[in-house]
């Protein structure tokens, strides 16, 4: 079967840097991303993968490794609005999105 | 201007009864879908629509149907409600037909007592 892996929550100091990680399974690989969805919201898009590496944008940054079938979002100077829910998916061989239940962030003064 | 808005946001309702969810797009893409969340976050597909070629994920219940009168729309009517429907239901749209990024509506929580 097709599965994505996240820690379920995490938390972290304003301020401070926190690595959510997000492990796939899935037939075929076309892309993964990550989504934030502040609680009551809907997700909002932060970025796509599709070759191995960094991509950043700004305080947010995405690794992929396809050979490892992982990924991880990186948060840096962390504020109080990035306490939010994080999503992982991935994108299949039929290009259909296969979704993580999501990493709760906590950010804590 | 909202890019894709859906309708209502909350909605209660009892057993039994059928009710219907809108959505629409201004962003001229191609693609709508329609997502239901759950209890424990986990965004399940439901169907997504293309230019008219509707694609179902084959565990959603039949009770449950998309209507597209054009485009820019994508309603869901759901027959004879059960508890477990409840839910919050996303409705998203993606420019092209392959995976794109996805712009998602604000989501209508759907309680059935």
């Known amino acids: 079967g097709q599965n994505i892996d996240q820690p379920t929550e995490m938390t972290a100091t304003e301020g401070a840097i926190v690595q959510i990680n997000c492990t796939y399974q899935?037939?075929?690989?076309?892309?993964l991303f990550w989504y934030q969805q502040h609680a009551g919201e809907a997700p909002t898009f932060l970025s796509y993968?599709?070759l191995d590496g960094l991509e950043e944008k700004g305080r947010f940054s995405s690794f992929l490794s396809r050979s490892k079938g992982y990924s991880y979002l990186l948060l840096k100077e962390l504020q109080m609005k990035d306490s939010a829910s994080y999503l992982c998916?991935?994108?299949?061989?039929?290009?259909?999105?296969?979704w993580g239940a999501g990493t709760k962030l906590i950010i804590k003064p | 201007d909202t890019a894709v808005s859906q309708t209502p946001k909350y909605l209660v309702t009892q057993m039994g009864n059928d009710k219907s969810i809108k959505c629409e797009q201004n962003?001229?893409?191609?693609?709508m879908y329609w997502y239901k969340q759950d209890s424990k976050k986990f965004l399940k597909i439901m169907f997504s629509?293309?230019?008219?070629?509707?694609?179902i994920n084959e565990t959603v219940p039949n009770r449950f149907s998309p209507k597209s009168p054009d485009k820019a729309h994508l309603n869901l009517h759901i027959n004879s409600l059960e508890l477990g429907d409840s839910a919050v239901y996303f409705c998203?749209?993606?420019?092209?037909?392959?995976?794109?990024?996805?712009?998602f509506g604000e989501g209508s929580r759907l309680t059935v007592l």
């Open positions: 998203a749209s993606s420019q092209g037909r392959e995976i794109g990024e996805l712009f």
């Open positions: 962003l001229g893409h191609d693609t």
């Open positions: 629509y293309n230019n008219k070629e509707l694609i």
């Open positions: 899935t037939s075929g690989f076309n892309g």
């Open positions: 993968n599709v």
């Open positions: 998916a991935v994108v299949d061989s039929n290009y259909q999105l296969i």
